[in-house]
């Protein structure tokens, strides 16, 4: 088992589900502007989308917009007049993807807010945003205990959380790690399992960008 075997699997299965024009376009530019590779792949794109379909989520928030590559796939997931807020601290990064979204056609439905998640999630607080229906916790890794608590104050029960990267290549077992990413995700792993507002799990992955994994979180 190998990495070059995960990525000829990823792209397997990449094939049958054929991004569209607006989702390569989006990546071309990403890679253009030389934004880090670090979004979602397709399939876990698409899992997105069919996650946000699968509750009829009308609210969805993500934390940490990248390119905007996700954030395609969830807004597609919005049912009919559904919103879709995104949250990025790099205002290179917030461009791109906000370009990305209009030409998705998706401008109408989206709205790309800069700066700092730990302070526009209180910010959506205090503006009465919530609740979202589905909230993806994407940002830095070190944030996500923080955004785990903000993210609890945005939802409702039935909300379902999705945290990306929390395997990182199986760092995650490392308890003395010194790499802030590990720790981050080692405390948000233990907070949530500790609290009582909600049931989770975690999913293992492999593909073109290594082993990592992501938990989903139900809001009770
Ligand atoms: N969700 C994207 C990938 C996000 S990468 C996709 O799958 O396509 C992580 C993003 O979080 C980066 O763009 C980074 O700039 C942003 N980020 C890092 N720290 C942040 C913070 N404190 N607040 C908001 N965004 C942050
Ligand atoms: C990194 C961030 C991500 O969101 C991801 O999916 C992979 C890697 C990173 O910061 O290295
Ligand atoms: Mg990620």
Redo the contacts with the bound molecule.
């Keep these: 088992m190998s990495q070059n075997l995960w990525t000829k699997v990823e792209k397997y299965f990449g094939g049958m589900i054929a991004e569209d024009a607006a989702l390569k376009a989006a990546l071309k530019d990403c890679a253009k502007a030389k934004?880090?590779p670090?979004?979602?792949a397709p399939n876990e794109?698409k899992l997105l989308m069919l996650m946000a379909q699968m509750i009829g989520a009308r609210r969805i928030l993500?934390?940490?917009?990248?390119?905007?590559?996700?954030?395609i796939w969830l807004a597609r997931g919005l049912s009919e007049g559904g919103k879709l807020v995104t949250?990025?601290?790099?205002k290179k990064?917030a461009a791109v993807a906000q370009k990305n979204i209009e030409r998705a056609g998706l401008a109408d439905r989206v709205e790309v807010r800069v700066?700092?998640?730990?302070e526009?999630m209180p910010q959506l607080v205090s503006e009465g945003a919530g609740p979202f229906d589905l909230i993806?916790v994407?940002?830095?890794k070190q944030?996500y205990p923080v955004y785990f608590e903000w993210a609890l104050k945005l939802s409702r029960k039935g909300t379902v959380i999705i945290a990306?990267n929390v395997v990182r290549d199986g760092e995650v077992l490392k308890a003395k790690s010194k790499d802030a990413s590990v720790s981050g995700v080692r405390k948000f792993n233990k907070v949530v399992t500790a609290d009582k507002r909600v049931s989770a799990t975690a999913i293992q992955t492999v593909g073109s960008k290594g082993y990592d994994g992501f938990a989903v979180l139900l809001v009770k």
Excluded at 87 to 90: D, G, S, T, V
Excluded at 115 to 118: L, M, P, Q, V, Y
């Design positions: 934004l880090p670090i979004g979602v794109g993500e934390v940490g917009t990248l390119g905007g590559y996700s954030t949250l990025e601290y790099e990064h700066g700092d998640a730990k526009t993806f994407d940002a830095d944030g990306d």
